[in-house]
């Protein structure tokens, strides 16, 4: 949660320096949702994630080094500067991939559970996704076909109440999101996404109910982001969230705070707890380092990944660019 | 072992029987290969059912997205999955999967994930279903790189290029024309028999016009070839087979043989099959052509459903015979 929070607060500051290209989605806030649920799998299970795509492989493992690497388009970011900021991938760590297209990536969860299954392995394949995506079809169609197939998949929503402006209270015929799990006859479950151990507790008896062959679980974590749905975004008319709200959130349901006392009780010390936020302050500034340092790619290199197996490709053609 | 006993040769085989037979090849070789589809049943698929159980051929609720999506998933975790969507209108339910995941995630994640999936769809056209079922989409996923695009029209072609796309690592997309289906010949039963994919092939040489036809245009061209042969005109058919990536080679170099050019594609005539290989030959060839660049396709209108006012919209084998007259 230290790196996550640490990562995302100087990666805003480094798009807003023009460091960083494109557009920023900061994790800030649900870090709890997202290291609870990470925390019940293992290296050799699966997530798929979406545009807010810095916390999860970071939850799950990730090297620093190559997420923000790549979060500068450098040729030695995980993703070799062609995926980007909303796009974070490590196969070595299980992250199949991050879903920019909401809802996306949920099918894809789905779909290595299966390969699980198929293969006779008990890996269980895990997708996070917002309140948002549980308007897609690729969420009810999805949850139907895990439910018919017992898929050994786990279906997480970090529901921070906004699809970028629009409330989860004026877009969903049925809000309390976990609930749609019985319309496909699975088990649903809402948690306190703020709090991590009660995050990782109820996604570790689905992970558990996953292995045992019993099927997929819909988990609701409730949670919120503490910054704009992207860094820079600026909104007309009335707020679609009032300052107090965000204040509350901040002060109240900081996932980090939340945590300290917890840590406290259970015999970390105060000292051993800000070693921790030293070593998490030094590993991001030397990912950083190693980003600023690294190469830029190859213009001419562009075509490459483009194929496994290219046939006849890039063609030579008169009117070529590159 | 007696000639009589050793396995034949060939076989002889319909276009659709050809699939099946690749697919049950390929399953048996490879335990990775899965198959998803909607009705396996009835849309030939029954004996892969059948042979392999549920756990290797799973039959899929109406969810085309979703299930084009899972089998993604599943290519990038190891298996090999083919999908059956039935009918290829039915692709554009999928498109998010196809386009926006099959398509780019080896490109996104660095290389990182290979998606060898391969999209079967029916080019169901020419029957009186109407708009909304025949289309003949292969151009607009041509626009999506990243894709491999195979139009077969003979049953060896089928079964060798299907089975190439299934051991290939890239996603590919087979538009399958359903007026060849009942096409029979004799093909190899050598499991091992692949036709590669990016190789276009002459299916009737000739030296005074070329002729490039896609997929169910194939027979009204070799039609009008042997019609025309018959009256000393010398047409040379080629079959691109892979639409991507193109063999422009093997088009370029015919057309620098006849310099003469049509291309007949059914797909609607905006941005179709045909326009992009008249933009190449016209744009690397044009000091071979002796003659304007032809294209017969069917015009920008949606399929109606009466027979009367459907079928005069495709390119037929007379219209391919005045059209090559027209170019002598």
């Known amino acids: ?322 | 072992m007696s000639e009589t006993q050793a396995k034949p040769a060939t076989t002889r085989m319909s276009f659709i029987e050809a699939a099946v037979q690749a697919q049950i090849e390929e399953m048996e070789r490879d335990e990775r290969v899965i198959l998803l589809g909607e009705d396996l049943d009835i849309y030939g698929d029954g004996k892969v059912l059948q042979r392999f159980g549920s756990r290797r051929a799973w039959n899929t609720p109406i969810s085309e997205n979703s299930f084009c999506g899972m089998a993604v998933g599943a290519a990038m975790t190891g298996m090999r999955p083919i999908v059956n969507l039935s009918i290829a209108s039915f692709m554009y339910l999928a498109c998010d999967q196809i386009i926006n995941q099959a398509s780019k995630l080896h490109f996104m994640t660095g290389g990182q994930m290979k998606v060898p999936v391969v999209f079967r769809g029916a080019l169901y056209y020419n029957s009186s279903i109407a708009a909304q079922h025949s289309d003949r989409c292969y151009p607009m996923f041509m626009n999506a790189p990243g894709l491999k695009i195979i139009a077969p029209t003979s049953p060896k072609d089928m079964k060798g290029l299907l089975k190439s796309a299934i051991r290939d690592d890239d996603p590919v997309v087979m538009f399958e024309d359903s007026t060849l289906w009942t096409l029979k010949e004799e093909l190899p039963t050598d499991p091992d028999f692949l036709v590669p994919i990016g190789k276009a092939e002459v299916k009737h040489p000739g030296t005074d016009v070329t002729i490039v036809a896609i997929a169910g245009c194939m027979k009204p061209a070799l039609l009008a070839a042997k019609a025309l042969q018959e009256d000393g005109i010398s047409v040379e058919v080629v079959d691109p087979r892979t639409l991507v990536p193109l063999d422009r080679e093997t088009i370029i170099c015919s057309v620098a043989k006849t310099g003469r050019l049509i291309v007949i594609d059914n797909a609607h005539r905006t941005c179709n099959c045909a326009a992009e290989i008249a933009a190449v030959v016209a744009e690397e060839a044009f000091e071979s052509l002796k003659k304007p660049i032809i294209r017969l396709s069917t015009p920008d209108v949606h399929i109606p459903f009466s027979p009367v006012l459907e079928k005069p919209l495709y390119p037929s084998k007379d219209a391919i015979i005045t059209t090559v007259r027209k170019l002598l």
């Open chain 1, 1 to 322: 949660m230290l790196r996550i929070r640490k990562f995302e607060e100087e990666g805003t500051r480094l798009y807003k320096e023009g460091q960083i290209p494109g557009a920023y989605h900061a994790s800030i806030g649900q870090e709890g949702a997202i290291v609870g649920a990470c925390m019940a799998l293992r290296d050799d299970d699966y997530i798929t994630g979406t545009h807010r795509s810095h916390g999860h492989p970071i939850g799950k493992g990730a090297k620093l080094d190559g997420l923000m690497a790549e979060l500068m388009g450098k040729v030695t970011g995980i993703c070799k500067g062609r995926g980007g900021s909303m796009h974070l991938a490590d196969s070595s760590v299980g992250i199949l991939g991050e879903s920019a297209i909401v809802g996306g990536g949920i099918p894809l969860a789905a779909g290595a559970a299966l390969s699980a299954k198929a293969r006779g392995t008990d890996q269980v394949g895990l997708t996070f996704f917002g309140d948002g995506a549980s308007n897609q079809g690729t969420f009810h169609e999805t949850l139907n076909m895990a439910s018919i197939w017992k898929l050994p998949v786990i279906f997480f929503c970090e529901n921070n109440r906004y699809a970028v402006t629009t409330s989860a209270a004026s877009s969903h015929g049925q809000p309390e999101i976990w609930k749609r799990a019985q319309g496909y006859g699975i088990p649903g479950h809402t948690v306190d996404g703020q709090r991590v151990l009660a995050v990782y507790e109820v996604t570790q008896s689905a992970v558990d109910r996953a292995r045992r062959g019993e099927g997929p679980t819909l988990i609701e974590a409730k949670t919120y982001r503490f910054d704009e749905h992207q860094v820079g975004l600026s909104t007309h008319g009335e707020p679609y969230r009032s300052s107090e709200e965000v204040r509350n959130y901040v002060r109240n349901h900081d996932p980090l705070r939340l945590f300290k006392p917890e840590l406290l009780k259970s015999g970390v010390t105060e000292s051993e707890i800000q070693a921790m936020e030293e070593e998490a302050g030094e590993a991001v500034a030397r990912a950083i380092e190693f980003a600023q340092q690294s190469p830029l790619p190859e213009p001419g290199d562009v075509y490459q990944y483009m194929y496994v197996n290219p046939i006849n490709y890039p063609p030579l053609h008169r009117g070529a660019l590159t």
